[in-house]
T-cell receptor, first 115, second 116 residues
Framework: DVKVTQSSRYLVKRTGEKVFLECVQD?????MFWYRQDPGLGLRLIYF???????EKGDIPEGYSVSREKKERFSLILESASTNQTSMYLC??????????????FGEGSWLTVV | AQKITQTQPGMFVQEKEAVTLDCTYD???????LFWYKQPSSGEMIFLIY??????QNATEGRYSLNFQKARKSANLVISASQLGDSAMYFC?????????????FGKGNQVVVIP
């Protein structure tokens, strides 16, 4: 089974803190994604990476950065956390390419509260 | 512009009945893929079913089927014989193959509660 593991399930951080959300996948997937989920807004793509050290902005990259130093690991960084970044964060991975049935697999999510 | 539209309010469904969740999409691409995911209260996103834009038959996976109407740009999910464990949020998503990167755009989701 595909396993996408997010390091922290629940976090509480203070405004202005630097926050790291870590994600590891065990399927040798090229692509990795970070989504943010808010009630009534669905999932919105923050950043994705299609290879080591490669990244592309998604729909809402402001206030976030990412790091992918190894193929299996994709980190989301909040340089200076703000209360409007309180949300659930979902990491996902998949093989590269837009072919039939190329499924994206998700982690269990990280609930971040910024106070 | 919103690419995936899910507008139904929360739904209550009687156990063992079928339920249809609506999804319409917007794309000018000829090649694309449509996905449905389930998210129970635990938060994990579970892949349910996939339909490619060139697939001539509607996709089916067990109790899940996708009613694909390409001309109307709709991809409704049908869950037959609902079970209590089907209570969850359901998300429709689309991949536009033009970009080749397997990036998905999601709708806002439909809440389903199955009642005994």
């Amino acid at each position: 089974d595909v396993k996408v593991t997010q390091s922290s399930r629940y976090l509480v951080k203070r405004t202005g803190e630097k926050v790291f959300l870590e994600c590891v996948q065990d399927m040798d997937h090229e692509n990795m994604f970070w989504y943010r989920q808010d009630p009534g807004l669905g999932l919105r793509l923050i950043y994705f990476s299609y290879d080591v050290k490669m990244k592309e902005k998604g729909d809402i990259p402001e206030g976030y950065s990412v790091s992918r130093e190894k193929k299996e690991r994709f980190s989301l960084i909040l340089e200076s956390a703000s209360t409007n970044q309180t949300s659930m964060y979902l990491c996902a991975s998949s093989f590269s390419g837009a072919f039939s049935g190329n499924t994206i697999y998700f982690g269990e999510g990280s609930w971040l509260t910024v106070v | 512009a919103q690419k995936i539209t899910q507008t139904q309010p929360g739904m209550f469904v009687q156990e063992k009945e079928a339920v249809t969740l609506d999804c319409t999409y917007d794309t000018s691409d000829q090649s694309y893929g449509l996905f449905w995911y389930k998210q129970p209260s635990s938060g994990e996103m579970i892949f349910l079913i996939y339909q490619g834009s060139y697939d001539e038959q509607n996709a089916t996976e067990g109790r899940y089927s996708l009613n694909f109407q390409k001309a109307r740009k709709s991809a409704n999910l049908v869950i037959s014989a609902s079970q209590l464990g089907d209570s969850a949020m359901y998300f429709c998503a689309m991949r536009e193959d033009l970009y080749g990167n397997n990036r998905l755009a999601f709708g806002k989701g439909n809440q389903v509660v199955v009642i005994p």
